[in-house]
């Protein structure tokens, strides 16, 4: 695996990346490198867009707000998009923000807001959503940005779920047994993540998770964690034994 050079600026842009292109910023971009990163001509940025890898670009300082930047050489290509949905109920926003922000950093290729019962939050700011995980992605040289989907009913998020994908239910009901013994007993392939809202799903919701095949319930241990806990927690979980992560 490449180390990302954190030495540089990291910037996602919404634009086709190849050699000698140049690419117009936009003004408040310009003006963060120009103003506050006290950046001038000719000085070096890394850019990115999810999909050509990663480039070093050279700055061209037009105006006191105003730069465009130009693509010298790739620097690392670009990885395969992590295949796993992380699936949670909303919560408010600032804890909202936490979790987008954590979910890129731990792998997460799709992000699916759920409503169930006892979701605190209905309405979704989905351009925040997806500031979060580009600030994300810049700051920890994550190449891969994740698919934010829309929100979709617990029922119609299950139904969306590939048959043969594993679906790991975060059950505060579930016995004390290792989730590390729970998981090591499953095949390493296609993943979800489904943590629950606050005051958790209710019986039938419940029922009905378990009533999926392909459904793996775990404990995340004694204590009872906040929902944007349980999600750092169980993503590291099923990184360390079923993803991504290196395994002795």
């Known amino acids: 695996m490449s180390i990302p050079d954190f030495a540089r600026y990291r910037l996602c842009l919404d634009h086709d990346l190849a050699a000698d292109v140049r690419l117009p910023l936009e003004r408040d971009q310009a003006n963060y490198l120009i103003s506050v990163l006290r950046m001038k001509q000719d000085d070096t940025v890394l850019?990115?867009?999810?999909?050509?890898?990663e480039w070093l670009a050279a700055i061209t300082v037009e105006g006191r707000k105003q730069a465009s930047l130009t693509l010298l050489?790739?620097?690392?290509a670009q990885p395969p998009a992590p295949d796993l949905h992380y699936l949670f109920a909303p919560l408010k926003q600032a804890r909202l923000d936490y979790?987008?922000?954590?979910a890129v950093e731990m792998g997460a290729g799709v992000i699916q807001?759920?409503?169930t019962r006892r979701?605190?939050?209905a309405r979704l700011k989905f351009d925040r959503m997806r500031a979060n995980a580009i600030e994300a992605a810049e700051q920890c040289g994550i190449l891969s940005l994740p698919e934010i989907r829309a929100e979709q009913s617990l029922d119609a998020a299950l139904e969306?779920?590939?048959?043969?994908?594993?679906l790991v239910f975060c059950d505060e009901a579930m016995a004390q047994e290792s989730p590390v013994a729970a998981?090591?007993?499953?095949?390493?392939?296609?993943l979800a993540v489904l943590i629950g809202p606050e005051g958790g799903f209710d019986a039938a919701e419940r029922a009905r998770i378990l009533a999926r095949p392909a459904t793996l319930p775990i404990s995340l241990?004694?204590?009872?964690?906040?929902?944007?806990?349980?999600?750092?927690?169980?993503?590291?979980l099923v990184q360390a034994v079923l993803g991504d992560w290196p395994r002795g």
């Open 119 to 121: 979701t605190q939050v």
């Open 113 to 115: 807001p759920v409503l």
């Open 183 to 190: 998981l090591s007993r499953v095949a390493p392939g296609p």
């Open 99 to 102: 979790i987008a922000q954590k």
């Open 47 to 53: 850019v990115f867009n999810g999909r050509d890898g």
């Open 73 to 76: 050489r790739p620097t690392r």
């Open 221 to 236: 241990g004694p204590r009872i964690l906040r929902a944007d806990t349980a999600a750092v927690a169980a993503l590291a």
């Open 160 to 166: 969306a779920l590939d048959p043969g994908r594993i």
